[in-house]
């Protein structure tokens, strides 16, 4: 039998393949026996270990020294120790697009040392001693749905020289294990699947455009509220959650003098605050992380510049709304709140409308000679491939979790300088746009009419901090009114 090493001290190594890491375990003994903590949470989150959500805990018993089982990579983490023996682990990284696929990591376990295995990383093990019990704590639960996205390789593939202590010849080895492909041959396991809500929206569609940019659109699946209607409860129930690693929620309401209505107020309500919270405790149960857009109207609009520690103070319904459903996704252990303000994409939005308005200035025939805009609401406008860009870089570097502030970048103008700057790039006719204060423009409006922050301009220093930076929003205006003109 193997002599277990007491009184070792807590520590993690790591192997050479991304997220596999070795765990050496405090084991205390004597006469009587042994005890040890076998999965302590906090301390070994402390020391790198992944937070774990357990959900099932599974333990296999074998009977005799030879038991050879492996090597199946399964669509979930798992943490591996020994209760009783000892057993010859050898792990093999199968994972698609990881720059060690193939790598093999060898190590004896007993009860003193463990390991935590990634998604994707194949797993097979030898037992070296007689009644050897082997345990293993996982985040996701048994499927059949989930067991058909299983990736095998062969215990006795060359390329792999994994070298047995007990020959595969003399071991006991199941049929289907014997008969698993060879490393050239493997299907890699494909990243968890990401799920994109509200994919018809101006940001909805800036994201599935880069996920094909950078080929990885395979990997998503995109949906609308005609689909999944995501403040609905029993809508959950279509989608094997498991099965997914990130919710990009890029759904909201966002006409916000509708949304100070009766009608309006509850449809809002439902599509910011309501859907957010499900979303949320969706994400919460099944381990994802969420991404969820915010705005700059959860502020009153008092200061200059707002940054994310700032007290949630919004004017309007629309700025209750998204206040609440920044609340409810904050609650999500994972979770990234990304804060924008006056977004430009795909779609209709106030860029176009300006283009739009100095071409009938232009034209004689038209009878319109000028247009008034606001120039008491202050802010940047954020360009929606640049938001997108933002979300794929904080989930791809594993930002720490929270809110970031998420804008173009440069100067803060009002409403009135982007119209002059329209209007000059489309037909020279900057002169055109007449400036007015909100209460101005609004004073004549049939209905009600939401309050709008005076400074929506946010700090983008956190965001910075992870190694993004947010191209200028008048440099990309300029680029996006040369494409827009040459349509």
């Known amino acids: 039998m193997t002599e277990i090493e007491f009184e070792k001290q807590l520590r993690v190594e790591e192997t050479g393949i991304e997220g596999l890491k070795v765990v050496e375990l405090a084991v205390h003994g004597d006469s009587r026996g042994w005890f040890k903590e076998n999965w302590q949470r906090a301390k070994m989150v402390a020391l790198g270990i992944p937070d774990l959500r357990v959900v099932q805990n599974n333990v296999s018993f074998n009977e005799e020294r030879g038991v050879t089982r492996g090597i199946h990579a399964e669509p979930w ?11 010859f682990g050898a792990w093999v990284d199968l994972r698609e697009g990881s720059a060690t696929f193939g790598k093999v990591y060898t190590c004896t376990l007993d009860p003193s040392r463990a390991i935590y295995v990634p998604r994707g990383v194949g797993n097979s093990f030898q037992a070296l001693e007689d009644g050897t019990a082997y345990t293993y704590l996982v985040d996701a639960h048994w499927s059949a749905e989930l067991k058909r996205t299983y990736t095998f390789v062969n215990l006795a593939d060359p390329e792999l020289a994994i070298e047995w202590p007990i020959p595969l010849s003399e071991a006991i080895v199941s049929e289907a294990d014997l008969h698993h492909p060879m490393l050239s041959d493997v299907a890699p396991m494909a990243p968890k699947r990401t799920l994109v809500t509200g994919c018809n929206g101006q940001l909805g569609r800036a994201v599935r455009a880069l996920a094909e940019e950078r080929g990885v659109a395979k990997d998503f699946d995109f949906c609308d ?18 099965l997914y690693g990130t919710v990009i929620n890029c759904g909201a309401y966002t006409a916000v003098d509708r949304a100070e209505t009766l009608e309006g107020r509850a449809t809002c309500w439902a599509a910011n605050a309501t859907g957010p919270a499900l979303l949320a405790r969706a994400c919460a149960e099944h381990g994802i992380t969420l991404v969820h ?3 700059d109207y959860v502020f009153d609009g008092t200061r200059e510049l707002h940054d994310e520690s700032e007290p949630l103070s919004p004017l309007s319904v629309y700025g209750q709304s998204k206040a609440a459903g920044d609340l409810a996704v904050a609650g999500c252990p994972r979770h990234y709140v990304m804060r924008s303000s006056w977004v430009i994409g795909d779609g209709r939005n106030f860029v176009k409308t300006m283009r739009a308005l100095s071409d009938r200035v232009a034209d004689p025939a038209d009878g319109l000679d000028r247009v008034t805009v606001v120039d008491d609401q202050l802010g940047r406008l954020t360009f929606t491939r640049d938001m997108a860009a933002a979300i794929f870089h ?38 055109r746009v007449v400036t007015v204060s909100t209460a101005e423009y609004y004073a004549n409006a049939e209905g009600p009419i939401a309050p709008r922050p005076h400074f929506s301009a946010l700090d983008l220093s956190r965001l910075e901090a992870t190694g993004f930076h947010m191209p200028d929003w008048e440099q990309e205006l300029d680029e996006y009114l040369e494409t827009l003109l040459a349509e």
């Open 77 to 87: 983490d798992k943490f591996i120790s020994v209760a009783r023996g000892s057993v």
């Open 225 to 242: 509220i005609d689909t999944f209607d995501m403040s609905d409860p029993d809508a959950y129930s279509q989608y094997d959650w498991d």
């Open 293 to 295: 857009v915010s705005s």
């Open 394 to 431: 904080v989930l791809g570097t594993h930002a720490p979790y929270g809110t970031y502030d998420c804008t173009g970048s440069g100067a803060v103008r009002s409403w009135a300088d982007v119209a002059h700057r329209v209007f000059e790039a489309a037909n020279g006719n900057g002169d």
